[in-house]
T-cell receptor, first 114, second 112 residues
């Protein structure tokens, strides 16, 4: 399957700081990427759909000013958690859309906000 | 009614046996169906996808789709302890949708 990377894999930050997470499709071009978050023992929750060259589409209840998404190229989407607080601590996972509408997931980023 | 339903388990299967995972969906217009495996603390990994009624085999895995019954299943033959994970069923609806709708996942344990 296609390879999607995420960086960093783990980040610990102080409350009030901003954190940027990068998602890259390494061996294919992805016009569409997705951002999810997952709490322990819970299912994936879609946060937003990221389309190259256009604004992201956010799911209901997700604050677009808090979770900034930029899909600047066909291989890179970034998620910035602005002014992070402890309740933002979670496992953030991106995925890239393949040619058969399958999604290839990155390895995830574990964010801990102190 | 949830859009995609799975038995949360846990489902325990002896090593070497066949594990059968089931999923039902509510949107009759759904077009694409996916099975993902997720190990604890890791991100989901695509096992296979199926679009047409019937069976699709890939190694030890067989996906089965029955659109009339709105039912999709995954069979794992010769189960191994390394197959122990949570299995997520995901569906894409019709009308050009791209978003995956996930079931809650079934936790599978293969007992040596």
């Amino acid at each position: 399957g296609a390879v999607v990377s995420q960086h960093p894999s783990r980040v610990i930050c102080k409350s009030g700081t901003s954190v940027k997470i990068e998602c890259r499709s390494l061996d294919f071009q992805a016009t569409t990427m997705f951002w999810y978050r997952q709490f322990p023992k819970k299912s994936l929750m879609l946060m937003a759909t990221s389309n190259e060259g256009s604004k992201a589409t956010y799911e209901q209840g997700v604050e677009k000013d808090k979770f900034l998404i930029n899909h600047a190229s066909l291989t890179l989407s970034t998620l910035t958690v602005t002014s992070a607080h402890p309740e933002d601590s979670s496992f953030y996972i991106c995925s890239a859309l393949g040619g058969y509408n399958e999604q290839f997931f990155g390895p995830g980023t574990r964010l801990t906000v102190l | 009614q949830k859009e995609v339903e799975q038995n949360s388990g846990p489902l325990s299967v002896p090593e070497g046996a066949i594990a059968s995972l089931n999923c039902t969906y509510s949107d009759r217009g759904s077009q694409s169906f996916f099975w993902y495996r997720q190990y604890s603390g890791k991100s989901p990994e695509l096992i296979m996808f199926i679009y047409s009624n019937g069976d699709k085999e890939d190694g030890r895995f067989t996906a089965q789709l029955n659109k009339a019954s709105q039912y999709v299943s995954l069979l794992i033959r010769d189960s191994q302890p390394s197959d122990s994970a949570t299995y997520l069923c995901a569906v894409i609806g019709g009308q050009g949708a791209q978003k995956l709708v996930f079931g809650q996942g079934t936790r599978l344990t293969i007992n040596p």
